[in-house]
């Protein structure tokens, strides 16, 4: 693995292919580069790869044309804003023109915020992060350290890579006021667009207002399009115009020209992706608790951020997955504050997340135990009727290793440390309220015998039906539910059984039909079964579903159509059970023809949520 050998950075996709690593003749899956995986859609791409042709040899138009258009997608003013050759090319202006000696910065952190400033001479003062308290910025703290240096230029990543922690905006601003004499302040929200703890937690709409802050923005890592290399930055037009009049006349390619004119059309299509990638995030953070000894620290970016077992090697357990299991993760041990314990894993969906857990369970303990294979129906439901916990199943006995590593650190965010759900619905829509320990509620073993992400197979349990030796009354009782049984398909009859009837002329009041039941109950001291109805969720996915359009540049098919119901936020409770979605409600809507930037498309509101970005005044 010499490709890994000096460099501060992951080697590119290319570099592997080059170098023939296909990790056992498998496809490589890519958990190292933060983008969208979701972002563009195959149509986007299709009229690129139309288009061509005409991107590789014709000039791009000039940077303040695109930056225009981009100004009035976001709903800003276009002299607020200067567009780089990716935020790589604008971190390197901002040092050059505006960092005069010293830069403080929190680390870990994306390392161009020390190796640039250090590359021309400067100091660069590092706030290390306290790793017990999950890597968060203490902002007072940070004021305070920022003081007692005398730097004169401050730099805050929120989201932070890798940890994916995330600063409110009222704390962001109360930084901004507190700071307000140093000579710069930059907020890098490079990540911001994955954030869903606020509906609006950006704060380019205070940077345009003050002399000294600048708002890094990334459009690649949003967009999914590294390869393409925008960025940009929001501040005083003041602060602006230094950076713009510096850049070169042709400093953006065809590719981000195309693109850029091209978002109008497609930003529903942009905030699906964001809603999904929420979702994978959630379940992915809470299948990596699972893993005895492993770490998880809460992100808000598009990746999660763990930390190994007590005395496993990084840069060995990345070794392994690449060459056994074909999977390319971030080892964060040549960034600066972490160590080769410390590892950044891009959020992507289950059929690639699965191979990651199959990888490290195997890789760590020496068996796939811990991320078992399991089914759409089983993956990870927001409420299943209480069970008994036990491993009676093949796949959910323990693996006998000695030599398993055992956890040595109680994870700082656990699925199992949070409390029960309350006011859950049972089946027959009656509330329920769960207390810690209570009885009816499943208790969810410890991680280190029995992952979150194990699933356990639902009880089946015969039907309610009444023995021959029935006396009379329960007879007559069975006899009434016979008019309403014959109704129902064959198939449906135990559920028809088991749901509660209507009053009806069969039925006098429901406490009659209790009366009778209780007595019939008394003299055979018999019990009935209630069979738990299927999940909604799996009936759906058992749908046939229709064949898909032939992609063609006349038929292009479009993903990511908004959903009929609007999601409600996730309780923080919620947020760390897994989250599935039906890919059958994502049917796309049919092409529109390309808009051009003539004015008549609805501009968007002034400093739109980074959340809903490319979302116009029309949508709700």
Known sequence: ???????????SYFALNRAGVTGGGQELVD?????????????????????????????????????????????????????????TELITWIDHLLVKESLAVPIPTFGRWTDQPMETGKRVDMFQLPEMNGFALDPAAFVSFVRSRGSRVAVICNPNNPDGGLLSRQAVIGMMDALSDLDLVVIDESFLE??????????????????????????????????????????????????????????????????????????QEYMESLRMISLDRQQMTTQLTG??????????????????????DGTWVRDQLLSQHGVLVRECGNKLGSSSQFMRLVVRSQPDVQRLLTGLSTVLYGTSFYAPQVGYAQQTPMYSAPQEQSLDYPYQQMPQLAAAPAAQEQPMYSATALAPPQGILDPYGRSTSFQGGSAGYAQQPLAELAPAYVATPPVQTAPYQ????????????????????????????????????PQSAQF??????????????AQTSQIPVVQAQAPMAAVAYAQPRTSPEETTV?????????????????????????????????????????????????????????AAYLKDDTMS
């Not at 890094?216 to 940009?232: A, E, I, M, P, T």
């Not at 006098?508 to 109950?521: E, M, T, V």
């Open 466 to 501: 009444a023995p021959a030796a029935f006396p009379q009354q329960a007879q007559q009782f069975q006899t009434q539910l016979q008019p309403a049984q014959s109704q129902a398909p064959q198939a449906q009859q135990p559920l028809m059984q088991m749901a509660p009837q």
């Open 291 to 312: 893993l005895p000894g492993v770490t998880v620290y809460p992100s808000q970016g598009n990746f999660v951020f763990i930390k190994l077992p007590g005395g496993i």
């Open 194 to 267: 994955f954030a869903v703890t606020e509906s609006y937690p950006s704060v380019v709409d205070e940077a345009v207002l003050r002399p000294n802050v600048i708002v890094l923005r990334s459009l690649g890592k949003n967009f999914g399009l590294h390869g393409v290399r925008f960025g940009y930055l929001v501040a005083n037009p003041g602060l602006a115009v230094q950076i713009r009049s510096r850049l070169p006349k042709w400093n953006l390619n065809s590719f981000a020209e195309v693109i850029v004119f091209m978002l109008k059309r497609y930003r």
């Open 554 to 610: 006349d038929n292009i098919p479009v993903y990511g159509q908004k959903p009929a119901a609007v999601t409600p936020e996730p309780s923080p409770v919620e947020q760390t059970q897994a989250i599935v979605y039906d890919p059958v409600d994502l049917k796309p809507p049919a092409p529109q023809p390309d808009e051009e930037p003539t004015g008549l498309t609805p501009a968007l509101r002034r400093y739109p949520s980074p």
């Open 508 to 521: 006098p009041s429901a406490r009659l039909q209790d009366a009778q039941l209780q007595n019939a109950l």
């Open 1 to 11: 693995m010499e490709l890994f050998r000096g460099t501060a950075h992951s080697p």
């Open 31 to 87: 958990f190292c580069i933060p983008c969208n995986p979701y972002f563009p859609t195959p149509a986007m791409f299709a009229v690129m790869a139309v288009r061509l042709r005409d991107i590789l040899t014709y000039y791009p138009s000039p940077a303040e044309t695109i930056t225009a258009e981009l100004a009035d997608v976001l709903g800003l003013q276009p002299q607020t804003m200067a567009m780089g050759n990716g935020s």
